[in-house]
């Protein structure tokens, strides 16, 4: 008995794959073929013996429509009788199947059009959809691979069903050795996977694919995991799962805040430092050198409010003391540029840094805040806020530490 409801499930779970399917197919297949009959008005339907026939009954059958009209469906038995070899026929037909809940037949007629034009992207993106409504996900990826080397059209198609496809663990043995050839889709796919995935679907996919190839070969798809949980609110299984991407050497500098010292430490976001670069400013990591340390080199233009550094951190309840290095060119600005520590995902304000005052040699500057209970993760964030005046200001940060009182 649990067999068959495993079973009824998974079927189920293909017939929703197949039924995202259709709509993109419809899309795709409507690109592709249409515009290049757009002239063609496909209700008015020549005399039968017209070659044209063909032509726009396959058209017809291109479209996302409910059902084939008899026109096209006569043309497609007159192709087929005076040309046994074409493919167009068995497109066309297949299509009817489909529309006419017969997808067996659909299979099988689209199958026939496949065989003799292989190279005809819209019947391998339909084949595609009814393998997958089956449970037959190899073949269905075989054919969306295909699919995607023909047209780039296909691709932007195909690639967000392929990530919504993670979902079913019947796809994901097939989805993970598609990932281990390291495919041209492979970075669109893990881009599409990121605000849909997951993290359980993600990580069993993972598992599969790291059978498949060493750990360091699925890096893009260890990230999507982490990006997964993060998006969830799992943020100390988040930070767990991206410490194991971060290259042994640089473990080291894993604290409560990750690379204080500013060196450029090779991790990826978000429990590393990310920086901005727009019109409200910029930031960048500074090399050690001329007499002074590595450091964070921040220029605020001071016109609008900008984000220009932040970092995700995993603090447990307690109290803290954030320090750091500072020194600017500008001894007093109109605005502020403050460090704040807030919350996540929408919490409150724990402390904020607020900085208005600086000299040329580095001051060191501290900020006590308390983690609530709740409180299971943080953003700290550097911000700048203009204020009367619109003053620019270069300001370096150095040796920030983060410790727990």
């Not at 026109?71 to 005076?82: F, H, K, Q, V």
Request: hydrophobic share 50%; charged share 25%.
């Amino acid at each position: 008995m649990a067999r068959r409801r495993t079973k009824k499930r998974e079927t189920r779970s293909a017939a929703a794959t197949a039924a995202a399917i259709a709509v993109t197919v419809g899309a795709a297949a409507l690109m592709a073929l249409v515009a290049r009959n757009a002239a063609i008005d496909a209700g008015r339907l020549p005399a039968p013996a017209e070659k044209l026939n063909m032509r726009l009954a396959l058209a017809a059958a291109a479209r996302p429509v409910p059902a084939l009209p008899d026109g096209p469906l006569a043309a497609a038995r007159g192709g087929a009788a005076a040309e046994p070899l074409a493919w167009e026929p068995f497109f066309v037909a297949g299509r009817a199947a489909e529309q006419a809940g017969r997808y067996q037949d659909a299979m099988r007629l689209m199958e026939e059009a496949r065989r003799r034009r292989p190279s005809y992207s819209p019947a391998r993106l339909l084949l595609m959809g009814y393998y997958a409504r089956f449970a037959r996900y190899d073949e269905a990826l075989a054919e969306a691979d295909a699919a995607m080397r023909l047209s780039s059209q296909a691709r932007i198609a195909i690639v967000p069903v392929l990530a919504d496809m993670i979902r079913y663990p019947g796809a994901r043995p097939g989805l993970a050795a598609a990932l281990a050839e390291d495919p041209v889709w492979r970075e669109a796919f893990v881009a599409a996977a990121r605000d849909k995935a997951r993290p359980e679907d993600v990580a069993a996919l993972l598992a599969e694919l790291r059978r498949r190839r060493p750990a360091h070969g699925a890096g893009l798809e260890a990230a999507l995991l982490v990006q997964t949980l993060v998006r969830s609110g799992r943020f100390a299984e988040g930070r767990a799962e991206w410490l194991k991407l971060v290259p042994p050497a640089e473990r080291a500098r894993a604290g409560l805040v990750f690379d204080g010292d500013f060196v450029g430490a090779r991790a990826p976001a978000p429990f590393n430092w990310s920086f901005a670069s727009g019109e409200g400013g910029r930031a960048e990591i500074a090399r050690a050198g001329g007499g002074e340390p590595a450091h964070l080199s921040v220029s605020y233009f001071g016109a609008q409010a900008a984000m220009l550094a932040e970092q995700t951190l995993v603090l447990t309840p307690g109290r803290y003391l954030l320090s750091v290095g500072v020194k600017g060119d500008r001894q007093q600005l109109s605005g502020e540029i403050s460090w704040r520590v807030r919350c996540l995902p929408a919490g409150p304000e724990l402390g904020a840094l607020r900085l208005q005052q600086f000299r040329p040699a580095y001051v060191g500057e501290r900020l006590a805040f308390a983690v609530p209970a709740g409180c299971s993760a943080q953003k700290l964030v550097l911000a700048g806020a203009p204020g009367d005046l619109a003053q620019p200001v270069n300001v370096d940060f150095a040796q920030m530490r983060l410790v727990r009182q």
